[in-house]
Nanobody
Framework: VQLVESGGGSVQPGGSLRLSCVAS???????MRWYRQAPGKARELVAV????????DYGDSVKGRFTISRDNSQNTVYLQMNDLKPDDTAVYYC?????????WGLGTQVFVSS
């Protein structure tokens, strides 16, 4: 199983970024998740998307600003992040749980600052 995130970077408050996670090594029609971890804080769930994209859920702090989506033909899950705030600064990780085993990518850094 391999998960490769990309799309992070530095942005000013109010800006937008789109993260991507390319998956391989398993049947991609699995529930996919984005997490984030800020310095000194626990890893938190940001967004979840069901097998075929019909069901999504978000952490309270990102509802209305972030959108998770997927393209099963490209084995890719996306996280569109709008109206970014300094508190969104974190390393963002892609996750899949297979047979009660969690798999993670290496993460992509998002830095929001003026």
């Amino acid at each position: 199983v391999q998960l490769v995130e990309s799309g992070g970077g530095s942005v000013q408050p109010g800006g937008s970024l789109r993260l991507s996670c390319v998956a391989s090594g398993f049947t991609f029609t699995s529930t996919m998740r984005w997490y984030r971890q800020a310095p000194g804080k626990a890893r938190e769930l940001v967004a979840v998307i069901g097998r075929f994209g019909a069901g999504t859920d978000y952490g309270d702090s990102v509802k209305g600003r972030f959108t998770i989506s997927r393209d099963n033909s490209q084995n890719t899950v996306y996280l569109q992040m709008n109206d970014l705030k300094p508190d969104d600064t974190a390393v963002y990780y892609c996750n899949v749980n297979l047979g009660d085993v969690d798999y993670w990518g290496l993460g992509t850094q998002v830095f929001v600052s003026s």
